[in-house]
Each structure stands twice: as structure tokens, then as C-alpha cells.
């Protein structure tokens, strides 16, 4: 059961656009979407989970939950999304998506694992 209190962490949805770079190729720009500073939880993974989750991606660090809502598959389409955690001690850290969101109580709470984007 997902509670208030396990969501301490504030985490903004950023999407990808492409724009072209004037020479047959093009860019990434990243911008926040209307989900800002949404409450998380964001879990390092460990043991088993960290083993499972290095099978998908050698990079997977962690899981972030989010509460649920009715868009989450559109707003963070794979590849085309990301989390900025913001984090006041250490300043903001990105965090990739690596496995799809799934819902890990329906309709209360999303899951997914992320890794942790070189800056």
C-alpha cells in the first residue's frame, strides 16, 4: 500500500523533442512537462532486484514510484522521457527509464527502473 509519507522526493517528468539541425541530422532538447516536483519515491536497488534489473539494462540503478495517473503512458513513452530528481543536498540528478512503467498497485501507484544519466 503506497502512503503519502513513502513519497519524500520531488521529481519533474521531462520530455525529448527532436528539432533538425540543418544538416540531415538533428537534436535533443529536453523540456519539463505539466508534471513538476511531483511527489517520488526513489529507491537504490539491491540484491536480486539490482540482478534482475542489470538483465534488461548493465546500467539500472534504481526504482521510482510515482502515484498513478491516467495518462502515465503517453507522458513517459520509453525513450522519449525522463525524471530529474531534485535532490537539495546534492542539486538535481537525472534518471533514464529503462523498463516501462507498470502499475504496482492499479491505479494507486506506478513503478519503473531507472538509471542514473551521465551528466
Known amino acids: 500500500m503506497l502512503r503519502a509519507g513513502d513519497l519524500l522526493q520531488r521529481v519533474t517528468v521531462q520530455a525529448s523533442t527532436e528539432t533538425s539541425d540543418g544538416h540531415d541530422?538533428?537534436?535533443?532538447?529536453?523540456?519539463d512537462t505539466s508534471r513538476r516536483?511531483?511527489?517520488?519515491k526513489v529507491l537504490p536497488l539491491s540484491g536480486r532486484d539490482l540482478e534482475r534489473a542489470r538483465q534488461i539494462d548493465p546500467r539500472a540503478s534504481h526504482e521510482v514510484t510515482l502515484r498513478y495517473w491516467r495518462d502515465y503512458s503517453t507522458d513517459l513513452d520509453g525513450g522519449r522521457a525522463r525524471l530529474v530528481l531534485h535532490d537539495g543536498d546534492v542539486g538535481d540528478r537525472t534518471f533514464e527509464i529503462v523498463e516501462a512503467p507498470r502499475e504496482s498497485e492499479r491505479r494507486v501507484a506506478l513503478a519503473m527502473t531507472c538509471k542514473e544519466a551521465v551528466a
Open 37 to 40: 516536483r511531483i511527489a517520488a
Open 25 to 31: 541530422g538533428f537534436t535533443v532538447a529536453w523540456a
